[in-house]
């Protein structure tokens, strides 16, 4: 079970809880982590969060396309866009993701497709046209870390037009039609913020004082 009570589901098939499929290749998935979110920073640090993402996902063996900040039913969110090599064979893997941080637990909706039979088409022709000097370029997060796969003009969005059937537009297009139509439980989004400080536990309360002993010569006196 998740927070996200509700959003469109047009076109995909449910295989089990909280995970479809479409025909086109694509796998949604809903999860829910009850623990603190373990992003490197808040989303209002946008630089550190963006630099952050790219550290931890490049010791992952991914790559970061993007990490855009946002809203899923008015809270605040962070989309990530990320490419990983295919387990076996050739190709790459594309996942899309929101994740809906709150002080203690966070909620992430998650779009991935994987390359199939015809793979590198997209950045080959890409390449010819702007050029091998313009093509790989220095992360814009981080351009001083070390990468797992390289960064290249190829995963930028101005090229979905022209490559409909590509995975990563297909994710993208995916995430920007489900996105507005998810709904989030009313109890989730009552809880703190991400980046709210632990509320610390009460203090026990002191015992209390017992009642002073009465002087056994104080009642003799007063008998």
């Known amino acids: 079970m998740t927070p996200i009570t509700s959003l469109d589901l047009t076109g995909f098939t ?5 995970v479809w499929t479409d025909e086109r290749g694509l796998v949604l998935s809903l999860h829910f982590f009850g623990l603190v979110p373990d992003l490197p920073a808040t989303l209002d640090d946008l630089d550190d969060l963006r630099r952050g993402l790219t550290r931890l996902t ?3 063996g ?3 396309i993007e990490a855009v900040p946002g809203e899923v039913d008015a809270l605040p969110a962070v989309r990530q866009l990320i ?7 050739h190709g790459q893997v594309f996942l899309g993701s929101w994740t809906v941080p709150r002080a203690t637990c966070s909620t992430v909706l998650k779009i991935q497709a994987a390359e199939q039979q015809m793979t590198g088409l997209r950045e080959a022709v890409i390449a010819d046209r702007v050029g091998p000097a313009d093509y790989f370029r220095p992360h814009p ?7 797992a796969l390289p960064y290249h003009v190829a995963d930028h969005e101005e090229w979905d037009a022209q490559f409909p059937d ?9 995430l920007r039609r489900i996105t507005p139509t998810v709904t989030l439980h009313e109890q989730f989004k009552a ?4 980046g709210t400080p632990p509320v610390p536990p009460a203090a026990p309360a002191p015992p209390a004082t017992p009642p002073a002993p009465t002087s056994r010569r104080w009642f003799r006196r007063g008998s």
Do not use: I, N, Q
């Open 62 to 64: 991914a790559g970061l």
């Open 141 to 147: 997060y981080a351009p001083d870390l070390p990468r």
């Open 83 to 89: 490419k990983v090599r295919k387990s076996s064979g």
């Open 14 to 18: 449910e295989r089990e809880a909280d």
């Open 191 to 194: 809880l703190p913020p991400f």
């Open 58 to 60: 490049a010791e992952a």
């Open 166 to 174: 590509h995975p990563l537009t297909l994710v993208r297009v995916a």
